[in-house]
């Protein structure tokens, strides 16, 4: 996840004098980095829902008499 490694090089930078302001920088990448896992995992987690629901609906439709 490039969103640790960019958070992870701020706190170095701000270890090493630069302005307190960076710690904004990595809060936020961090954040950023959570969401995308949360949204990420949600996304997955639909997905094979519907899928499931499509492969049901198509097996009963297979199983009808025409």
Known sequence: MPYFFFASNDTV???DDTPKWLY???FE???DAFKFIAISTVGTGLLIRVRLAKRCERQ???LQPH
């Open 29 to 31: 990448c961090i954040c």
């Open 24 to 26: 904004l920088i990595a």
């Open 60 to 62: 009963s439709i297979e």
């Open 13 to 15: 930078l701000i270890a």
